[in-house]
């Protein structure tokens, strides 16, 4: 199996979630309020999951990086295209936002729309990133500048360590599956992702079943 890093697994679970996204709303029965507000629940976490990546790939990735060789000019680019994400980002958050107050027809196929624009603009850059990227994460997993990036990223809530993790491994592959829970003792996210990744499971992983 080939080695993935925690970053590219990351950008599986957007990617994977993304393409959730366009299925249901190009499948959305117009009237449906129930789907709408199951929608809404997925897309919460979703929204939540993807700016705390952005936010945290500027405050720690970014540094690390640098400091392993990337170039700034890079990272600009890298950060440019996540102002052009945040932008598709806030259409789509206000498109489903009147899907669930509405669940109509014109409201779904609004959403349908700026969702494939975020897929669109979101899979374009997942793609720069890991080109430019994924090499140098992979060649400097054991240096102490990723190590520590590592620990700065662990530095969360348990209640959203257990739902990023139960989230990133929901309809993870065996490659992006490993490449997770690589980064924790198996014992540690054991009780993580099975305690306080129980919200996640009882309330986004159904949407997706449905």
Same mark, same amino acid.
């Given at each position: ?14 990617? /994977? ?17 129930? /789907? ?35 170039? /700034? ?127 996640? /499971? ?9």
């Amino acid at each position: 199996m080939a080695e993935m890093s925690m970053n590219k697994a990351i950008h599986a679970a957007f990617r /994977r979630d993304l393409q959730r996204f366009v299925d249901a709303l190009g499948a959305f029965s117009a009237g449906d309020q129930a /789907r709408a507000e199951q929608l809404a629940t997925a897309w919460a976490n979703f929204d939540e999951q993807l700016v705390r990546h952005h936010e945290g790939e500027h405050d720690i990735a970014w540094p690390a990086l640098e400091s392993v060789g990337v170039s /700034r000019d890079v990272l600009t680019q890298m950060d440019a295209e996540h102002d052009t994400m945040a932008t598709a980002l806030a259409k789509a958050r206000d498109a489903i936002a009147s899907l669930r107050r509405t669940a109509s027809a014109e409201d779904a196929a609004t959403a349908l729309a700026a969702m494939q624009e975020l897929q669109r603009v979101t899979v374009l850059h997942l793609d720069h990133e890991e080109t430019e990227i994924e090499g140098v994460y992979l060649a400097n997993k054991d240096t102490a500048e990723m190590k520590a990036m590592g620990r700065q990223f662990s530095k969360v809530s348990p209640a959203q360590g257990g739902t990023f993790f139960a989230w990133a491994l929901d309809g993870a592959d065996p490659e992006a599956s490993a490449a997770i829970t690589g980064t924790v003792p198996k014992p540690v996210l054991t009780i993580i992702s099975g305690v306080f990744g129980r919200n996640y /499971r009882k309330s986004v992983a159904p949407v997706w079943r449905s």
